[in-house]
């Protein structure tokens, strides 16, 4: 069994994530940024 808690993001996390997406640089852009918790599998 894994560890439910790895399927959990924390949320200060998430907000870390935003937050950079605020203030990244303007000459380099995100376009898609994808927050996914450890365990779970990504979907691209």
């Known amino acids: ?21 605020h203030t990244q640089d303007k000459s380099c852009w995100t376009h898609e940024l ?3 918790p450890f365990a779970a599998k990504p979907s691209y």
């Open 1 to 21: 069994n894994q560890n439910r808690t790895d399927l959990i993001i924390n949320p200060v996390k998430i907000a870390e994530a935003y937050w950079y997406l």
């Open 34 to 36: 994808q927050l996914t």
